[in-house]
């Protein structure tokens, strides 16, 4: 594989059958830059979480909408970035509140245990964006 960078860009409704469309595509992207299964797995699962937040809290009552997913192989890493265009929300309020989690509130911190990064933020035009990295052992 050459030094440079490979990106699939994707957008789903944002409805939770679609979802699998984006765990399809990292298992045909695992098919370039093979990686272990359990690996595999954990960005299965990483996904599944960014995807599902999206879903569930970006666009509230409103209906509708579109979930982004763009995937950025590397030869030593995959950054994956979830964006939505919908109501956004604070990190902060997503942490731990006290020693409760908040109903729900465990997507982001099963996204950190399994991925090496994880930057959420504002997205550029309004929405939020969870961009998380897994580098990759040769």
Do not use: W
């Amino acid at each position: 594989m050459s030094a440079e960078a490979r990106t699939v860009s994707l957008t789903i409704p944002a409805r939770p059958e679609y979802i699998t469309l984006g765990r399809l595509a990292l298992t045909a992207i695992a098919g370039v830059r093979p990686f272990s299964d359990e690996t595999l797995h954990d960005l299965k699962l990483a996904l599944t979480e960014a995807c599902t937040n999206s879903v569930k809290h970006a666009y509230d009552e409103m209906g509708g909408g579109s979930v982004d997913i763009v995937y950025e192989l590397q030869p030593d890493r995959l950054a994956v970035e979830v964006g939505d265009a919908g109501t956004g929300f604070d990190p902060e309020a997503a942490a731990t509140n006290g020693d409760e989690l908040e109903e729900g509130g465990l997507g982001i911190a099963i996204i950190r245990a399994l991925t090496d990064e994880v930057e959420i933020a504002e997205r550029e035009g309004g929405g939020s964006r969870l961009r998380f990295v897994k580098f990759l052992t040769p």
